[in-house]
């Protein structure tokens, strides 16, 4: 037969060691939590990538992305060209009320247009108010966090290769053609063409 308050002293017993530990809690807002740089909190719109090519809005499974563009006219780049139309873009838009963070956008994104940020206080007391235009969009590009180094054994990118091959390349003729400025005239040869008179002939 248990004890008539056994299981109170017990309780007690666990509250009485749980107050002489230190607490680990975070007095957030005071301090901010520290986030991994691949938190999904917000996303970044840079918008001088984005080409109007709409893979993010027709992927987004909750339809929350809205695009609006028009077409320019491009003149030819050079004479007997043709004209060309390019697509403008007049509204980015993503409502982050029906936003579920899935990252698909910035997944399909083949121009790199669409980032993560680790921001995550954005709250509004209005629901119209997480509709974020590209201005927003682009404000919060300042607080994405850069791309993380190279692994220093990975292979060279292609890009930085054919860079660094072509400035060697420039350098190499350069230095050439300054070697061969550098160089000292040859000498004149003896025009052998003229008689020979001797000296006593004169």
Known sequence: MPIPGSGLAKGLAVTLRTMTKRAHTAQYPEVQ???????????????????????????????CIYIDSHKETVPAAAPGGRERSRNVLDRFAIDFSLCMYCGIC????????????????????DILELTHERDKLREWMWTVPAP?????????????AAARKAVEKAEAAAAAAAAAAAEPAAPAAPDTDAPNTPEGDA
């Open 33 to 63: 939590p520290e986030l991994p740089p691949r938190t999904r909190g917000v996303i970044g719109l840079f918008e001088e990538n984005c080409t109007v090519c709409m893979l993010c809005a027709r992927e987004c499974p909750d339809w």
């Open 106 to 125: 910035i997944e399909v994104c083949p121009f790199d247009a669409l980032f993560w940020s680790p921001e995550f206080e954005y709250a509004e007391t």
């Open 148 to 160: 993380p180094a190279l692994d220093p054994a990975a292979e060279e990118p292609k890009e930085i």
